[in-house]
């Protein structure tokens, strides 16, 4: 059974900068696409940002130009690089591996921006 697990989170002052990392515990093949989403105590879990297995990206408007998202297809891992960090981007943020049989989904790591 294949699992992500995602590092990376905490807490950080508003201004300040993270990097998340996503990894699978073992070979996923056939990735078509990777990514993150979030969400925040009382609201919907919403995307933040995904790359194709081609290294096309997405990012929700309310990241654009403050986040990054990297891939490593061949280490089954993705990044999150977070800069510019609002007391609103606090949420739990979960990673994804999309491929044609299914998704795999880490468990969440919080991320906790201070004001």
């Known amino acids: 059974q294949v699992q992500l697990v995602e590092s990376g989170g905490g807490l950080v002052q508003a201004g300040g900068s993270q990097r998340l990392s996503c990894a699978a515990s073992?070979?996923?093949?056939?990735?078509?696409?990777m990514g993150w989403y979030r969400q925040a105590p009382g609201k919907q879990r919403e995307m933040v940002a995904l790359i194709t297995a081609g290294g096309s990206t997405n990012y929700a408007d309310f990241v654009k130009g403050r986040f990054t998202i990297s891939g490593d297809n061949a280490k089954n891992t993705v990044y999150l690089q977070m800069n510019s960090l609002k007391p609103e981007d606090t949420a739990v943020y979960s990673c994804?591996?999309?491929?044609?049989?299914?998704?795999?989904w880490g468990q969440g790591t919080q991320v906790t921006v201070s004001s």
């Open positions: 994804y591996h999309r491929t044609p049989i299914g998704t795999y």
């Open positions: 073992a070979r996923v093949y056939s990735i078509n696409a």
